[in-house]
């Protein structure tokens, strides 16, 4: 009876009710409120206003689930979406994306738009008030009718882009401020001036055949006038690309040349950025001008605009020669593509291209890496070759293992592979093979790690193909850019299988398209050159050149050694000055008014008109009788230049060598103690060629005078002497025939022959030497020569009297050295070129080059040191 009285239900407190009767009226009480609740507004579910603080939510909330929490007898619905509403308001990106959109939740869109990319695809979300707004209500839209047309204009005005629609003040000077027929400027020269032009290659049938473009060399008309912001500029020089060689043409008759070097000769009336005598590069926007329909920067004066050109700055200028500059948009080619494209690189990684040969950017790319230490790998894939091509997947040992062509290559493609390969290893390249089987084989064999970064330079159809091959994976950052596209290009052509494996990230580019993509990239492209000057004047940096002069040089010959896959010099055009084009002119005149009267007479040797002035006649055969048995200096000769010293250890030296100097007093301080202890066992005699009685002019010559100093002097040809030139020519003879008498003195004292001889010199008695061993006036060939800093002058001359003296048949040639100070101003960069290329002419001669950092035109101990360095190798073993 005590467990049932436990169990029995306590007394029932006076006023309750059972709680089965309750139920129905609560519920229907608590849906009613939930109802309510559902699709408000969360402010106004919480009843605080839009602009509240976190502080007042809460406060709000923590009053509002007193009276609706479910354990205090509220509903359970109505408190759900008090709380939602909380938790959405009180977390700030929530209640930022309910602020914006009225919707709690993300959508699809939204919620992959934010894990895409870190977020940044999901930052502009579209309003809430724009979900109204994208609703068309059909009834409304009926009732409404049609919308007026000026309605729509204004809505299609409101929409539009108005990026594109600004209004420089060019555009204003254009076509608001005048008429440019009002502002044109007349062009001072009249004539004709050069042009190289281009024809395509057709068959029988008119169709174009791939290769080089026929080219030819012909006067041709200038622009009458300027328009208000053209430029007339004069060109000095202009590479002999690809561009130029390959060039798509569709019409005959073309002026080629897509950039060069020149000065402002003229500007327009609105042209105000440009004085004249400015140097500036022409490089003109990608998407102005076509490879079919080049600039035509191969003439003497080329029209373009302000665009088309980039100023040079001074301190550039300075260091840097016109055949220098005119590569810029080479070497900053190179520069770029290894800085923006080898951002992930380290030093010690591996760069991997494929036409380090062919042009200026892929020797400059080769020293950059050299600098940078990167690892150049190149593959040299000459014309007639056996082809050995990598077909499969990327990375099977299947692909290169199974791709193999014994086929031997012929004699002359094997002579050719080694000469480039070791011209490239020269350059900096640390390995060379023939394809990209060999690279892989190489790879496997040495167990090294592929390279990140490929440079397609040759955009054939398996080209990129072949290097996507031997390259690191995607996911390793790889990437392959294809800057070439001149030449032998074609569609490229890659497998879609091996690029989705390979993974990596294949690009273009092009150095224009990037120096007019910022105006901040013209600026670095000279802060990339003044950098490079640096370079230069280290002695680290160099590009060889051959010139061609446009008009005098054969074009073909240019056009041909471009195109030689075995030439490692970057041929450079140059141009006759506008006094050389108005000369041409009046002799073409001339000629013409000759055959309108239809006269008969001789025609000139040099094809400048059909009457010849008696004074170039006279000229012409004094030039001809010049260092010949003929000359008068042959015929009456001096007597033998003195000795002013000799340094003879020895009564029998094993060789002696011959001193032509500038200054004896300051070179004898360091000779005598160079030869003592370098050269014991030789002979030197150092001749005293300033106190020969021809020696007045020549001698007296200052070497830091403007036009020695900016190569103009040098670049005379025999036509072009004045009266004086051709009387210093005379003397130089006279000079150089004693030097011969006196030598042959010497060594018949010492008991020696010419073949122990051995050359040498400074400034401008080097240069007496070198007439005297290039112009046959030395009785035998010598052993060697060293010139230290040498004025020669007229190199063109002494080019165009190759011709007439070919030297001695058979044996080997000559070692000739040549050494030049970085800061002798008195042998400028244009000068060396040209003597180089003279030097070039003569093949009883092989000379070598070589250069002094921070050396001026002086003999001191730096230059007597390299000049006992080099005499050991003169001399003869």
Same mark, same amino acid.
């Given at each position: 009876?005590?467990?049932?009285?436990?169990?029995?239900?306590?007394?029932?407190?006076?006023?309750?009710?059972?709680?089965?009767?309750?139920?129905?009226?609560?519920?229907?009480?608590?849906?009613?409120?939930?109802?309510?609740?559902?699709?408000?507004?969360?402010?106004?579910?919480?009843?605080?206003?839009?602009?509240?603080?976190?502080?007042?939510?809460?406060?709000?909330?923590?009053?509002?689930?007193?009276?609706?929490?479910?354990?205090?007898?509220?509903?359970?619905?109505?408190?759900?979406?008090?709380?939602?509403?909380?938790?959405?308001?009180?977390?700030?990106?929530?209640?930022?994306?309910?602020?914006?959109?009225?919707?709690?939740?993300?959508?699809?869109?939204?919620?992959?738009?934010?894990?895409?990319?870190?977020?940044?695809?999901?930052?502009?979300?579209?309003?809430?008030?724009?979900?109204?707004?994208?609703?068309?209500?059909?009834?409304?839209?009926?009732?409404?009718?049609?919308?007026?047309?000026?309605?729509?204009?204004?809505?299609?005005?409101?929409?539009?882009?108005?990026?594109?629609?600004?209004?420089?003040?060019?555009?204003?000077?254009?076509?608001?401020?005048?008429?440019?027929?009002?502002?044109?400027?007349?062009?001072?020269?009249?004539?004709?001036?050069?042009?190289?032009?281009?024809?395509?290659?057709?068959?029988?049938?008119?169709?174009?055949?791939?290769?080089?473009?026929?080219?030819?060399?012909?006067?041709?008309?200038?622009?009458?006038?300027?328009?208000?912001?053209?430029?007339?500029?004069?060109?000095?020089?202009?590479?002999?690309?690809?561009?130029?060689?390959?060039?798509?043409?569709?019409?005959?008759?073309?002026?080629?040349?897509?950039?060069?070097?020149?000065?402002?000769?003229?500007?327009?009336?609105?042209?105000?950025?440009?004085?004249?005598?400015?140097?500036?590069?022409?490089?003109?926007?990608?998407?102005?001008?076509?490879?079919?329909?080049?600039?035509?920067?191969?003439?003497?004066?080329?029209?373009?605009?302000?665009?088309?050109?980039?100023?040079?700055?001074?301190?550039?200028?300075?260091?840097?020669?016109?055949?220098?500059?005119?590569?810029?948009?080479?070497?900053?080619?190179?520069?770029?593509?290894?800085?923006?494209?080898?951002?992930?690189?380290?030093?010690?990684?591996?760069?991997?291209?494929?036409?380090?040969?062919?042009?200026?950017?892929?020797?400059?790319?080769?020293?950059?890496?050299?600098?940078?230490?990167?690892?150049?790998?190149?593959?040299?894939?000459?014309?007639?070759?056996?082809?050995?091509?990598?077909?499969?997947?990327?990375?099977?040992?299947?692909?290169?293992?199974?791709?193999?062509?014994?086929?031997?290559?012929?004699?002359?493609?094997?002579?050719?592979?080694?000469?480039?390969?070791?011209?490239?290893?020269?350059?900096?390249?640390?390995?060379?093979?023939?394809?990209?089987?060999?690279?892989?084989?190489?790879?496997?064999?040495?167990?090294?790690?592929?390279?990140?970064?490929?440079?397609?330079?040759?955009?054939?159809?398996?080209?990129?193909?072949?290097?996507?091959?031997?390259?690191?994976?995607?996911?390793?950052?790889?990437?392959?850019?294809?800057?070439? %596209?001149?030449? /032998? #290009?074609?569609?490229?052509?890659? $497998?879609?299988?091996?690029? +989705? =494996?390979?993974?990596? &990230?294949?690009? *273009?580019?092009?150095?224009?398209?990037?120096?007019?993509?910022?105006?901040?990239?013209?600026?670095?492209?000279?802060?990339?050159?003044?950098?490079?000057?640096?370079?230069?004047?280290?002695?680290?940096?160099?590009?060889?050149?051959?010139?061609?002069?446009?008009?005098?040089?054969?074009?073909?010959?240019?056009?041909?050694?471009?195109?030689?896959?075995?030439?490692?010099?970057?041929?450079?055009?140059?141009?006759?000055?506008?006094?050389?084009?108005?000369?041409?002119? %009046?002799?073409? /005149? #001339?000629?013409?008014?000759?055959? $309108?009267?239809?006269?008969? +007479? =001789?025609?000139?040797? &040099?094809?400048? *008109?059909?009457?010849?002035?008696?004074?170039?006649?006279?000229?012409?055969?004094?030039?001809?009788?010049?260092?010949?048995?003929?000359?008068?200096?042959?015929?009456?000769?001096?007597?033998?230049?003195?000795?002013?010293?000799?340094?003879?250890?020895?009564?029998?030296?094993?060789?002696?060598?011959?001193?032509?100097?500038?200054?004896?007093?300051?070179?004898?301080?360091?000779?005598?103690?160079?030869?003592?202890?370098?050269?014991?066992?030789?002979?030197?005699?150092?001749?005293?060629?300033?106190?020969?009685?021809?020696?007045?002019?020549?001698?007296?010559?200052?070497?830091?005078?403007?036009?020695?100093?900016?190569?103009?002097?040098?670049?005379?040809?025999?036509?072009?002497?004045?009266?004086?030139?051709?009387?210093?020519?005379?003397?130089?003879?006279?000079?150089?025939?004693?030097?011969?008498?006196?030598?042959?003195?010497?060594?018949?004292?010492?008991?020696?022959?010419?073949?122990?001889?051995?050359?040498?010199?400074?400034?401008?008695?080097?240069?007496?030497?070198?007439?005297?061993?290039?112009?046959?006036?030395?009785?035998?060939?010598?052993?060697?020569?060293?010139?230290?800093?040498?004025?020669?002058?007229?190199?063109?001359?002494?080019?165009?009297?190759?011709?007439?003296?070919?030297?001695?048949?058979?044996?080997?040639?000559?070692?000739?050295?040549?050494?030049?100070?970085?800061?002798?101003?008195?042998?400028?960069?244009?000068?060396?070129?040209?003597?180089?290329?003279?030097?070039?002419?003569?093949?009883?001669?092989?000379?070598?080059?070589?250069?002094?950092?921070?050396?001026?035109?002086?003999?001191?101990?730096?230059?007597?040191?390299?000049?006992?360095?080099?005499?050991?190798?003169?001399?003869?073993?």
């Amino acid at each position: 009876s005590r467990l049932a009285g436990r169990l029995s239900a306590p007394p029932a407190p006076i006023g309750w009710a059972p709680r089965c009767a309750a139920p129905e009226v609560r519920s229907i009480a608590a849906g009613a409120m939930a109802a309510a609740l559902q699709g408000q507004d969360y402010y106004d579910v919480l009843g605080v206003p839009r602009d509240c603080s976190v502080n007042e939510i809460r406060t709000k909330f923590r009053q509002l689930i007193v009276n609706h929490h479910p354990d205090k007898g509220g509903d359970g619905e109505a408190f759900q979406i008090l709380n939602q509403a909380y938790n959405t308001l009180t977390d700030p990106e929530k209640r930022a994306h309910y602020d914006k959109t009225g919707r709690d939740e993300l959508s699809v869109e939204e919620e992959f738009a934010k894990g895409f990319g870190a977020g940044r695809m999901a930052r502009n979300m579209r309003p809430k008030e724009a979900d109204a707004q994208a609703v068309v209500n059909m009834a409304e839209q009926v009732s409404q009718g049609p919308t007026a047309h000026n309605d729509n204009f204004e809505a299609w005005m409101r929409e539009r882009d108005t990026s594109e629609m600004v209004m420089t003040d060019k555009d204003f000077m254009k076509t608001a401020l005048f008429n440019a027929a009002d502002s044109a400027t007349d062009v001072r020269h009249r004539g004709h001036v050069q042009h190289v032009l281009g024809s395509p290659k057709t068959d029988a049938y008119g169709k174009v055949l791939p290769g080089p473009v026929q080219v030819n060399v012909k006067p041709r008309p200038v622009k009458r006038t300027l328009d208000h912001d053209e430029i007339l500029i004069r060109m000095l020089a202009v590479p002999l690309d690809d561009a130029m060689v390959y060039a798509d043409l569709n019409q005959t008759s073309v002026c080629l040349g897509h950039t060069g070097i020149g000065r402002v000769e003229q500007a327009g009336a609105r042209a105000e950025l440009y004085k004249e005598d400015d140097c500036v590069i022409i490089l003109p926007k990608p998407t102005k001008y076509a490879g079919n329909k080049p600039i035509g920067t191969a003439r003497t004066l080329v029209v373009c605009n302000q665009d088309d050109i980039v100023p040079i700055p001074a301190q550039v200028l300075e260091e840097l020669t016109p055949e220098q500059l005119c590569l810029t948009p080479n070497i900053v080619c190179a520069y770029v593509l290894l800085e923006s494209f080898g951002s992930t690189l380290q030093p010690g990684d591996s760069v991997l291209m494929n036409a380090a040969h062919r042009s200026a950017v892929g020797s400059s790319m080769l020293q950059l890496c050299k600098l940078l230490n990167l690892r150049a790998l190149c593959i040299l894939d000459l014309q007639g070759a056996p082809k050995t091509r990598v077909k499969g997947e990327y990375g099977s040992k299947a692909a290169w293992q199974e791709a193999e062509n014994k086929t031997p290559a012929p004699p002359s493609v094997r002579e050719q592979y080694k000469r480039i390969s070791e011209w490239l290893v020269s350059m900096g390249a640390e390995e060379v093979f023939p394809d990209a089987a060999a690279v892989l084989r190489w790879r496997d064999r040495n167990q090294r790690l592929l390279p990140k970064l490929g440079l397609d330079g040759i955009a054939t159809r398996e080209s990129t193909e072949q290097l996507i091959h031997c390259l690191d994976s995607g996911d390793k950052n790889a990437k392959c850019v294809v800057y070439g %596209g001149y030449g /032998g #290009a074609q569609p490229i052509a890659v $497998a879609p299988r091996l690029l +989705s =494996s390979w993974a990596g &990230t294949l690009e *273009g580019f092009s150095i224009a398209r990037w120096v007019h993509a910022l105006s901040a990239n013209a600026a670095k492209m000279m802060a990339v050159m003044d950098s490079v000057t640096k370079l230069v004047r280290g002695n680290k940096f160099s590009i060889e050149t051959v010139l061609y002069k446009v008009g005098e040089d054969a074009i073909s010959d240019a056009f041909m050694k471009a195109a030689e896959a075995s030439n490692s010099s970057q041929v450079v055009l140059i141009f006759p000055t506008l006094q050389e084009e108005t000369e041409n002119n %009046g002799n073409i /005149g #001339a000629a013409a008014g000759s055959r $309108a009267a239809g006269g008969r +007479s =001789s025609r000139s040797p &040099t094809g400048r *008109g059909d009457l010849e002035d008696p004074t170039d006649k006279i000229r012409r055969e004094w030039l001809k009788l010049l260092f010949t048995g003929e000359s008068e200096a042959a015929k009456n000769p001096e007597d033998p230049m003195a000795v002013a010293c000799e340094y003879l250890s020895t009564e029998s030296p094993s060789s002696i060598v011959i001193w032509l100097g500038e200054d004896m007093r300051t070179e004898h301080r360091f000779l005598e103690p160079l030869m003592a202890e370098k050269h014991p066992s030789a002979g030197m005699a150092c001749l005293s060629w300033t106190d020969h009685p021809c020696a007045d002019f020549y001698g007296q010559i200052d070497v830091q005078q403007p036009s020695i100093t900016d190569g103009s002097w040098y670049a005379q040809d025999g036509m072009h002497m004045s009266a004086s030139d051709l009387d210093m020519l005379h003397d130089i003879e006279l000079i150089a025939r004693s030097m011969v008498m006196t030598i042959e003195e010497t060594i018949s004292k010492v008991g020696l022959t010419w073949a122990d001889v051995v050359l040498t010199g400074f400034g401008k008695g080097a240069g007496i030497a070198m007439y005297a061993a290039l112009l046959g006036l030395l009785p035998a060939q010598v052993a060697g020569a060293v010139f230290m800093n040498a004025i020669v002058p007229f190199p063109m001359f002494l080019g165009e009297k190759s011709t007439q003296f070919k030297g001695p048949s058979g044996g080997a040639p000559v070692k000739m050295f040549t050494v030049w100070g970085s800061h002798d101003r008195a042998t400028p960069a244009s000068y060396r070129q040209m003597l180089a290329n003279t030097l070039r002419k003569y093949p009883n001669v092989q000379c070598t080059p070589d250069t002094l950092p921070d050396n001026a035109h002086v003999f001191d101990q730096t230059t007597a040191a390299a000049f006992g360095d080099l005499l050991s190798l003169a001399m003869r073993r």
